[in-house]
């Protein structure tokens, strides 16, 4: 499978000079499949531009889009995602409880008049809710998808994509934590990754700035790799960077995470998920 990052950036995008290597745009992922299949993993700013991509080709767009939460920054995007209104286009929605809640809310008028100009209707017939992910693995193509609750205030959704012997991890927006939280143990995260040649994990804290956001529903960087070290991952992308770091920032939060893998006598592949960023697993 292809991964490619359109957007890394948490909370709020963050355009500008001083982001411009891991990029402003908040998070959205494509994973192109060997058979075929597209799946985009939340709606975040980082979607509009993959959205015009995908239009240049003049083709109708099919695709899967898994929302891990409904946190305005991770779909926020949605609205100018071009294949919504496109004639032809099938967008197969699936995820965490409250996907397409949150979908319709960025485009539904709610209480508030005047938000957006086209309504969640109106595109209704290009949207097919799925709701797989809550019962059970989705299965796209030769492809298994499987969820875990995440820690994150209002909860959420994470994934892991499996293709062949080829598999990835996508845990956005969890904190880490020794101690059980809504049911779910340090342990369940360790085996949910375990052996993924790819684990892509919030890290958007250093260690030192924990104290004042415990419950925030984000991780240090030093915790995202002591669970790759446990689960035995092949690779480690470390995302949802805070909005208020800059490029440098970022890489001085990556050298953090590799200094501590060194003293845990590890070599684990490590850096921070740039938008552009393509790889193969």
Partial sequence: MEVRFWGTRGSIAAPGPNTVRYGGNTTCLEVLLEGGQRVILDAGSGIRPLGLVLSRSRKPVECYLLITHIHWDHI??????APVYEE????????????????RMTLNKGMVDGVFPVEFDSLSQRIEPLSHLCQGPLRI????????????????????IREGDSSLVFLTDNELSPHPVNGRS???YVSFCRGADLLIHDAQYLPSEMGARRGWGHSDCVSA?????EAGVGRLLLTHHDPDRTDQEVDDLVETAKAH?????SGLEMDGAREGQVFRI
Avoid: T, W, Y
């Fill in 225 to 229: 790799v002591n669970l790759a070290l």
């Fill in 186 to 188: 340090h342990a369940d």
């Fill in 261 to 265: 893998a060194q003293e845990k006598g």
């Fill in 76 to 81: 926020m995007g949605f609205p100018f995602f």
């Fill in 141 to 160: 193509g030769s492809a298994v998808v499987e969820g875990i609750e995440l820690r994150h205030p209002q909860g959420g959704m994470g994934f892991r």
């Fill in 88 to 103: 032809g286009s099938r967008i197969k929605i699936d995820g965490c409880k409250r996907a397409m809640e949150g979908l």
